[in-house]
């Protein structure tokens, strides 16, 4: 199993707004093969930003990379640019194989 992560961090006031955009998305994903699940996950807040993280399990790296490169992912995100007002600078994504 493999886990792909990606920490957004928002500007104070933008939380709802974040979660609004992840709310109205046009998901291609339970269509593609190898995904398991998805979560969007709020963590702490600072003076300055809110901690998001979206959190991906997929079968294995090559079913992650497969989407990566497909028409799916290309459409998930085209509009993904396009409030970067509430952005604290661009994600970070994080992976992981699961070992145990
Ligand atoms: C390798 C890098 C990335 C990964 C693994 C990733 C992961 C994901 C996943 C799993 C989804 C949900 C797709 C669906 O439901 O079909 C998504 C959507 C989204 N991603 Fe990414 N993402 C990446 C790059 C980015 C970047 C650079 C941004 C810049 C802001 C971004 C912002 C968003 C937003 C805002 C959405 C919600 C879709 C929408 O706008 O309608 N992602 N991403």
Not at 33 to 47: I, K
Not at 67 to 83: E, Q
């Amino acid at each position: 199993m493999f886990i792909a992560m990606n920490r957004f961090k928002i500007k104070p006031g933008f939380e709802q707004d974040f979660i609004e955009i992840w709310k109205g998305r046009d998901s291609h994903l339970k269509s593609v093969p190898g995904f398991q699940s998805f979560n969007l996950l709020q963590g702490a807040s600072h003076d300055d930003h809110t901690l998001f993280s979206s959190h991906a399990t997929w079968d294995s790296r090559d079913d992650f990379d497969a989407w990566i490169k497909s028409d799916a992912f290309k459409k998930a995100h085209a509009n993904a640019g396009s409030r970067k007002d509430i952005y604290m600078g661009p994600p970070q994504i994080e992976c992981f194989e699961v070992v145990l």
